[in-house]
């Protein structure tokens, strides 16, 4: 059989939703072999193109040939079958069987619903070694990272024989380590005939990773071409959003010199000896890459995980309990926004009060007018896009998700503000949104702490930068023009 | 400006799902209602409706408690039990000291008020138990108050023998259960229950600690990262809860004069179901006593119908169990229509 030059080709792809058009007349080709990247702020049509890829949607109009023959899936499955495979940010693995039970899960062979073993077994793991030797067929996924179990998962779609893999956000939650050798991966899977679409916030791995890049806005396909054409993120920005929003940093005229947080040699499970200050109107910043102990240090000091030390805020002890916390003014913007952060099943206006609910009650009745009043304020000065307070979160998007979480650490009037991985999974727009709330905050007086693994978002809006490696501070640095990116990643990969 | 005048108007225009449950059973209850009285002889009388409502009080009572639970992403399987318990201890505790050669006629002789306040103390013994296991321990609740449901009616099995204790009760055991409203057959417990749903109903929906109660349910993780006491929470519903069932379990045996270790038995499902009926969620976050209380009342008007059919009271399980499919069915079927 020839095969087509293009893998995938779409033509005047159409989906309605009851009030929105999500993805508006978009024709583009994908070529043979290559990594094709997708970018566009959230809502601009891409979530959407890929579940009527993978089958989760039906299209509204428009066509969509894969190796030169319509494609229409009906199911995940039923895409997987007719070769389009795909990495979910949710991983489709199983924690409790081993690698290679999950490898062939849902393709077993069996006799009389007995399993049997057979040669695809063998065939499924010899792919996997080569991909990547380190993991074991008889380990449980539970004991792989997140970057080895994304690894068993291509393994799975390269040993089916899949045309196409897409990759939702593979990095979101993986190490600079392990992001680099995932990447090493994906270009290998050209050689095996395989084509990758990659869908990234992270534009450098766009220029890093892709042969060519697609750009949606607002359910339009705004352009495709070779990466190589393209002269740098501005650019690319630019295309994505009409305007340029990268702004870097710049130094405070007069900072403070009022402590509001001393922390004193903390230790606890996985922090060892880390003691630093923050001064009134300060964004500090705690970079380091995953399991370094930026999360667990914002626990620790959140009073949610134990530690030995000491912690003085405005000169008192805290009290290690998260609500002692918050009432002597401090509150977290927690890591997991969904999980740890909203209350999805309740409206805008469940949310945003809670962390100060005195504020919007008397003798334990709440105040409903007080309460609205109080969430359309928020709504409107961070720009949440809703049309009612009485949405409820789940139905928003990741960025207005994150805007809410925000509204409910503002209103608890807190002098400092810890933020755990402020913008994770949010599109440039909402980011340079998030970053101007941080800064107005910051010049109101407020003290912000980052804990981020986003090298870029740390030097643009942290007046001073600690890094972790390992459960310690190896170093604190002032931020300024003679700051030296390649010395921070050399100290928090472990260089002396 | 122009945003700001698009949130003025939508603002409280959209009723929550709640509310919107709420309607939709009442449509449910309006419907099966009108069949009844259609097809059942008398159904329609006055004293019949009202009875729809006042031979239901301890379900409701204890309802209450169960659905507060349930927002809160947790069960109360042990209330069939406290009733049982509280109203044997009711009882011995203000039998006759040594008065007969009958042990099951011999109680500690305590004034009736000190007996039904020990036996309270009782449930909230129990409350606590739960409280412990589930709040500080992290035992899953189904598992906990499964536990002390057999323990509080066992506990009143060894105090009764496995029957019951009705003789040598001062009168006064027999009053409360029994006093109706002067000129009316509605009794005191059924005026108890009414002010209850009430209380229920504003502490639901215009107190503090009501609405903890949502945000626990909807993620108790983010409800403690927010600075709210889950722990001290949980012990507050499961103390009320087992107070409720408590107070459920004096009046019950006022009401026939006894202590009775087999009483109530199964009212925790019955309690369950009402608060299912009403659309209250399994997962927690989601619910609310009046959707609790209507859905008491549409099992009850099925049961009654079905007895006014004279069908055979064997029956009734089987068509509680039918009656919750099609409501909980209907329940996702109008859910999911509303989500477009």
């Given amino acids: 059989m020839k095969l087509t030059d293009n893998v995938l080709e779409i033509r005047d792809l159409v989906k309605d939703f009851p009030s929105v058009r999500a993805v508006n007349n978009v024709s583009f080709d994908i070529k043979r072999n290559s990594v094709h990247c997708l970018v566009g702020e959230n809502g601009a049509g891409k979530s959407t193109l890929i579940k009527i890829l993978t089958g989760a949607y039906a299209r509204s109009g428009g066509k969509i040939l894969l190796n030169g023959k319509e494609y229409s899936p009906h199911s995940t499955k039923d895409a997987k079958d007719k070769g389009i495979s795909t990495l979910f940010q949710e991983l489709n693995v199983v924690d409790q069987l081993t690698v290679a039970e999950n490898l062939t899960l849902g393709m077993e062979d069996t006799t009389f619903g007995f399993l049997r073993k057979t040669d695809k077994i063998n065939k499924m793991v010899s792919v996997m070694n080569s991909l990547e030797p380190s993991i074991r067929p008889r380990q449980l996924v539970s004991s792989l990272s997140v970057a080895k179990k994304q690894i068993v998962e291509i393994a799975k779609a390269v040993a089916t024989e899949s045309d196409i893999i897409i990759m939702d956000e593979p990095t979101a939650a993986i190490s600079e380590s392990e992001i680099a050798r995932l990447f090493k991966i994906v270009k290998g899977l050209r050689e095996r005939n395989v084509t990758v679409i990659y869908i990234s916030h992270r534009l450098d791995e766009i220029f890093e990773l892709g042969d060519y890049v697609t750009v949606m806005r607002d359910g339009k396909h705004i352009d495709t071409k070779p990466v190589a054409e393209i002269q740098d993120r501005s650019e690319l920005i630019r295309m994505m959003i009409g305007k340029t929003v990268f702004e870097a940093y710049t130094p405070k005229k007069d900072p403070s010199q009022e402590t509001i947080l001393q922390v004193r040699n903390l230790s606890n499970h996985k922090l060892n000896d880390i003691s630093f200050e923050v001064k009134k109107g300060e964004i500090a910043g705690f970079y380091g890459l995953v399991g370094a102990g930026k999360t667990e240090l914002a626990r620790a000091i959140y009073g949610v995980d134990e530690y030995e030390g000491e912690i003085l805020f405005k000169g008192q002890k805290l009290h290690p309990s998260p609500n002692k916390v918050i009432e002597a003014g ?102 340079s949104e998030i970053y101007g709330i941080i800064r107005r905050l910051a010049e109101e007086g407020k003290s912000i702490l980052i804990f981020s693994s986003e090298l870029p978002e740390i030097m643009n809006i942290c007046d001073r930068i600690h890094l972790l490696y390992d459960g310690n501070l190896k170093a604190s640095l002032t931020n300024g023009y003679d700051i030296d990116s390649e010395k921070i990643i050399h100290i928090v990969t472990g260089g002396a | 400006m122009e945003t700001k005048q698009e949130h003025k108007n939508t603002v409280g225009a959209r009723l929550s799902n709640e509310s919107f449950l709420t309607l939709f059973m009442i449509g449910v209850l309006v419907v ?57 201890l009711s009882a011995y505790f203000c039998q006759g000291a040594n008065v007969s050669q009958n042990a099951l006629a011999n109680g500690l002789g305590l004034p009736y008020g000190v ?90 929906r215009m107190t503090v600690p009501g609405r903890r109660t949502y945000l626990i349910g909807a993620n108790a993780e983010a409800a403690r990262l927010s600075g709210i006491t889950v722990g001290r929470h949980l012990t507050f519903l499961y103390l009320t809860s087992a107070l409720l069932a408590g107070i459920t379990g004096i009046l019950l045996a006022s009401e026939f004069k006894a202590g009775v270790s087999s009483r109530a038995m199964g009212y925790e499902f019955d309690a369950l179901v009402v608060s299912l009926l009403g659309g209250v969620s399994i997962a927690g976050g989601f619910g609310s006593v009046l959707g609790m209380f209507v859905g008491a009342v549409i099992l009850s008007v099925v049961t009654t119908s079905a007895t006014g059919l004279l069908l055979s009271p064997d029956w009734q399980f089987t068509l509680k169990g039918i009656v919750t499919f099609i409501a909980i069915l209907a329940q996702r079927f109008a859910l999911d229509r509303r989500k477009g």
Wanted: net charge positive; glycine share 10%.
């Fill in chain 1, 330 to 431: 401090i509150a977290l913007v927690p890591e997991e926004r969904r999980s740890q952060g909203l209350f999805t099943i309740l409206t805008i206006r469940g949310n945003v009060p809670v962390m100060n609910m005195g504020k919007v009650s008397r003798h334990g009745f709440i105040n409903a007018a007080q309460e609205r009043q109080v969430t359309l304020e928020y709504i409107e000065k961070l720009r949440i896009a809703t049309n009612s307070t009485e949405k409820e979160v789940i139905k928003l998007s990741g960025g207005n998700q994150q805007k809410v979480v925000f509204s409910k650490c503002l209103f608890a009037d807190a002098d400092l503000l810890m933020l755990d991985e402020p913008t994770r999974g949010i599109d440039v727009g909402a980011k």
């Fill in chain 2, 115 to 204: 007996a039904v306040a020990l036996a309270l103390l009782c449930a909230l013994g129990i409350g606590a138990i739960n409280a412990f296991f589930i709040a500080r321990l992290k035992v899953p609740s189904i598992i906990v108050t499964l536990g002390t449901m057999m323990l509080a009616r066992g506990i009143g099995q060894v105090i009764t023998r496995g029957a019951q204790r009705n003789t040598s009760l001062p009168d006064v055991f027999g009053v409360v259960g029994n006093i109706a409203i002067r000129g009316t057959s509605i009794k005191i417990s059924v005026v108890i229950m009414v002010v209850l749903v009430i209380a229920a109903f504003i502490f639901e």
């Fill in chain 2, 32 to 88: 099966l209602f009108g069949a009844a009285c259609a097809v059942v002889p008398n159904f329609y009388l006055p004293q019949n409706m009202l009875n729809l409502i006042t031979n239901n009080w301890f379900i409701i009572i204890l309802g209450i408690g169960v659905t507060f639970l349930l927002i809160s992403g947790n069960f109360d399987m042990s209330v069939g039990g406290v009733i049982a318990l509280t109203g044997v």
